[in-house]
């Protein structure tokens, strides 16, 4: 049996009313606004929450998140605190759970939210979570953050599988080109090129890839109208969104 491998330690800094998480690095991985701990801070992050534009807002409370790699708990906090949805994160460090609780708010463990110390490719193998994640968030990094620690065909594979008939995922992709290309591949083979929309890199290089279960095409209006309730609602840059994410296969 080989060895567990060794975890980092887990960092904060502060600066300007913005409290980091880092993995024994200068690398963020993840943020929050003191004065307001469940919004999102990061554009990227943000930008992991586009799987709103392919559902109805009435039909978002109640169903089910998952986030793979806790980082700063921001996208379970915002999905269980403001999307009012039952939220499933799984994280295999247990001190990043740890600072999450103490310093960046994560809600106590319910009937609604539970926090998973585990790995998350093994994780998504069983049989539980079949069909049952509606928004499935996928941000897995180490302490180098050069390309994601899973990222095979085989893991998109499972990710596809425990989404509900119209769950959608969305992958934090950041690093040299060589890998964002492999990771863009391993996703089309495992969801279907015409599932697969791609935002533009942020400032900061990340690039955010979203896949349907089911392929989705909404007419440009359909998307719109969407934007701007998910702005009213939830004061998220929707229509911004709409200006750098397109789909990797045209009509």
């Not at 559902?55 to 790699?69: I, K, Y």
Request: glycine share 6%.
């Amino acid at each position: 049996m080989k060895p567990a491998p060794e975890l980092p330690e887990v960092n904060l800094s502060e600066y300007d009313g913005v409290r980091y998480l880092h993995l024994g690095s200068q690398w963020v991985q993840g943020a929050m606004r003191i004065a307001a701990p469940f919004d999102l801070e990061l554009e990227y992050v943000q930008r992991m929450m586009a799987w709103l534009l392919f559902m109805t807002p009435e039909s978002v409370p109640g169903r089910h998140a998952m986030q793979l790699g806790l980082g700063a708990g921001a996208i379970t906090r915002f999905c269980y605190k403001k999307l009012s949805m039952t939220c499933t994160a799984v994280e295999l460090n247990p001190r990043v759970a740890d600072v999450c609780r103490a310093w960046f708010k994560l809600p106590a463990e319910g009937p609604q939210l539970r926090v998973l110390i585990a790995d998350a490719g093994r994780e998504i193998q069983q049989a539980e979570w079949l069909g049952t994640v509606d928004a499935l968030a996928v941000d897995l990094y180490d302490s180098d953050a050069a390309a994601p620690v899973i990222g095979s065909a085989a893991f998109y594979a499972d990710c596809q599988r425990i989404l509900a008939s119209d769950g959608v995922m969305t992958v934090n992709l950041f690093g040299r080109a060589e890998n964002f290309e492999r990771s863009l591949a391993h996703i089309c083979a495992a969801f279907g090129a015409r599932a697969v929309w791609r935002f533009k890199p942020t400032r900061e290089d990340n690039t955010v890839v979203l896949a349907q279960r089911t392929a989705q095409r909404p007419a440009r209006d359909v998307l719109q109208a969407r934007a701007e309730a998910i702005e009213a609602r939830w004061g998220l840059p929707a229509s911004k969104w709409l200006r750098v994410l397109r789909p990797v296969e045209k009509i």
